[in-house]
T-cell receptor, first 112, second 118 residues
């Protein structure tokens, strides 16, 4: 049972444009959400997170939006740069069970 | 500050063999988690150790086991290897699994050990 879903395996975006990566979850106990980025031959690196008490969190070019009623979150990257080409994983955790549940990832390719 | 170190980086085994993977966490990090990454499955949680005790376990068969030493270093073992065990095994460490003031259980991952089972 995939509790965190990333339905788009891949996404291509022109350099300078906005990249929007989506993630859906089914477990209503999840109350903290994170995005990780992964380059080939490297481990995932933490990008940005959001608590369920918020609906938006920004860090530079990266913004994460959370829609609790729809159990949906998205990561916006503006403007997209070639170095953003990577696989992006969303992850979720529930208070009291802190392990992270990951989605299957979305491969983002930024076209110069 | 050194990151999370995993050894070996690559290894090839045959069915029925066993394998041990090693992970050295970031200095001061006491929680170590293991994940399996396979194409199309994302990162699947294996187990988490804190102060030499397994605190959390994923839905993997008993062939997958792990341990943590007093210096927080961790090993995972897979016995009686099957073809489906071919994957990237990722280790991650954090200060503590209990959320800090930031509210995030931010894991720092190693580069992984890529296991191929023939």
């Amino acid at each position: 049972d995939q509790q965190v879903k990333q339905n788009s395996p891949s996404l291509s975006v022109q350099e300078g444009r906005i990249s929007i990566l989506n993630c859906d979850y089914t477990n209503s106990m999840f109350d903290y959400f994170l995005w990780y980025k992964k380059y080939p031959a490297e481990g995932p690196t933490f990008l940005i997170s959001i608590s369920s008490i918020k609906d938006k969190n920004e860090d530079g070019r990266f913004t994460v939006f959370l829609n609790k009623s729809a159990k949906h979150l998205s990561l916006h990257i503006v403007p997209s740069q070639p170095g953003d080409s990577a696989v992006y994983f969303c992850a979720a955790s529930a208070w009291g069970n802190e392990k992270l549940t990951f989605g299957t990832g979305t491969r983002l390719t930024i076209i110069p | 500050k050194a990151g999370v170190t995993q050894t070996p980086r690559y290894l090839i085994k045959t069915r029925g063999q066993q394998v041990t993977l090693s992970c050295s966490p970031i200095s001061g990090h006491r929680s170590v988690s293991w994940y399996q990454q396979t194409p199309g499955q994302g990162l699947q949680f294996l187990f988490e150790y804190f102060s030499e005790t397994q605190r959390n376990k994923g839905n993997f068969p008993g062939r997958f086991s792990g341990r943590q030493f007093s210096n927080s270093r961790s090993e995972m073992n897979v016995s009686t290897l099957e073809l489906g065990d071919s994957a990237l095994y990722l280790c991650a460490s954090s200060l503590d699994q209990v959320r800090g003031t930031s509210g995030a259980n931010v894991l720092t991952f190693g580069a992984g050990s890529r296991l191929t089972v023939l």
